[in-house]
């Protein structure tokens, strides 16, 4: 299993990154992906998914309307546009298929941090 996360770094508040998430041929192709985060001390969280042929697409309240995620099935690779980012916003982001539990394969994540 291949989950690597990349693109993450620091940022100023109402800035702007696009994270992107490259993943086996086997996990990518039949499953809704998704982007979830977590911070220090907290739970790991849904962030956006997209169903298996991107027709779908699915957003925490928090980041509706600033974070877009999108997919390029020809490249196993799933992306998460952040714009108008804030300081809450700040977290280890990581993909997964949608569903993905808690003891399942997570690889490293990528850090964003978003400084006020």
């Known amino acids: 299993v291949q989950l690597q996360a990349s693109g993450g770094g620091l940022v100023q508040a109402g800035g702007s990154l696009k994270l992107s998430c490259s993943a086996s041929a086997s996990i990518f192709k039949i499953n809704a992906m998704a982007w979830y985060r977590q911070t220090p001390g907290k739970q790991r969280e849904l962030v956006a998914a997209?169903?298996?042929?991107?027709?779908?697409?699915n957003y925490a309240d928090d980041v509706k309307g600033r974070f877009i995620i999108a997919r390029e099935n020809a490249k196993n690779m799933v992306y998460l546009q952040m714009n108008s980012l804030k300081p809450e916003d700040t977290a280890v982001y990581y993909c997964n298929v949608l569903g993905a539990t808690a003891d399942a394969y997570w690889g490293q994540g990528t850090l964003v941090t978003v400084s006020s």
């Open positions: 997209i169903t298996n042929n991107g027709y779908r697409t």
